[in-house]
């Protein structure tokens, strides 16, 4: 059975960093993983997402400069490093595989999903 699990999450104040992990398991992660973000009364957005293989990565202009996504596929998992965080950074935070060695550009075709971690940024 295909399952992401992130982790990382927290309370963090503006300024500050956080490192999320998204954890894959009952499949080797050679599969694009994409980052997304939900916040209170908002759409689901991408954040990043990183290609297997040519490890090409991808960033929203929102974020762009201040999250670096990476992965370690000898630990089954991808990282996304944030830093500066805003408090417009606020979020649950998921990953999400589209089953495809390459990013693709709708969120629709990610059809495997983590559970999300929540993601504060206030002082």
């Known amino acids: 059975q295909v399952q992401l699990v992130e982790s990382g999450g927290g309370l963090v104040q503006p300024g500050g960093s956080l490192r999320l992990s998204c954890a894959a398991s009952g499949f080797t992660l050679d599969y694009a993983i994409g980052w997304f973000r939900q916040a209170p009364g908002k759409e689901r957005e991408g954040v990043s997402c990183?290609?297997?293989?040519?490890?090409?990565?991808y960033y929203s202009d929102s974020v762009k400069g201040r999250v670096t996504i990476s992965r370690d596929n000898a630990k089954n998992t991808v990282y996304l490093e944030m830093n500066s965080l805003k408090p417009e950074d606020t979020a649950v935070y998921y990953c999400?595989?589209?089953?495809?060695?390459?990013?693709?550009?709708?969120?629709?075709?990610?059809?495997?999903w983590g559970q999300g971690t929540q993601v504060t940024v206030s002082s």
């Open positions: 990183i290609s297997s293989g040519d490890r090409r990565t």
């Open positions: 999400a595989t589209d089953r495809t060695f390459y990013c693709s550009s709708r969120q629709s075709d990610f059809s495997s």
